[in-house]
């Protein structure tokens, strides 16, 4: 029952990488030369991601036609304001992960933004600390409209980033 109702999809995901994947598994994910070297283990990035987050995002970033934002090629937009990184730190997912070290779970960010984000993030943009991550963290989004506070932060990099207006959209060819 378990597995019919997705519950150990993401453990099961992250076994698979652990134990060496599938080939199909691993061209699904993002090469890692698009990491920073920030990132301290790369591959306990990639797989805290695949255990995190993808069962809802896709282990490359795109959940479509899910209603839920697609990250691949979208979300380093994100790096582009002070306030838009916080956010990121902040979602209730993220904040109140079960990833406790915050070099750790800035790593995991660092292969979000860079890795799935790939040339979306801006140039130059930082990645993120466990410094940054500490801070952030301790003022998880709780009360805050979720849709209303990400599409400010997309009007933001619009506005400022010239990212496309297309990052309106959860996920590209999303019909409204």
């Known amino acids: 029952m378990a597995l019919r109702d997705g519950r150990l999809k993401p453990l ?3 076994a698979l990488l652990l134990l060496g994947g599938t ?3 691993r061209a699904a994910l993002p090469p890692m030369g698009l990491l920073p070297a920030a990132i301290a283990d790369p591959a306990m990035a990639r797989a805290d991601y695949v ?3 993808a069962g ?3 282990v490359a970033g795109s959940a479509a036609p899910a209603r839920l934002p697609e990250l691949r090629g979208r979300v380093g937009w994100f790096l582009c304001t002070p306030a838009a990184r916080a ?3 902040r979602l209730p997912n993220v904040a109140h992960s079960r990833i406790k070290d915050n070099q750790q779970l800035a790593d995991m960010m ?3 933004v860079f890795g799935l984000g790939g040339a979306s ?3 130059g943009a930082a990645p993120f600390t466990a410094d940054e991550v500490a801070r952030e963290r301790l003022h998880p989004l709780s009360t805050t409209a979720l849709k209303a506070e990400r599409a400010r932060h ?3 990099a619009i506005r400022l980033c010239k990212a496309p207006a297309s990052l309106r959209l959860l996920y590209p060819g999303e019909k409204g």
């Open 12 to 14: 099961i995901l992250a």
């Open 121 to 123: 993030a801006p140039p």
């Open 154 to 156: 997309v009007d933001a």
């Open 51 to 53: 255990e995190q987050c």
């Open 110 to 112: 660092n292969f979000v």
């Open 87 to 89: 956010y990121l730190i």
């Open 23 to 25: 080939a199909g598994l």
């Open 56 to 58: 809802c995002h896709g």
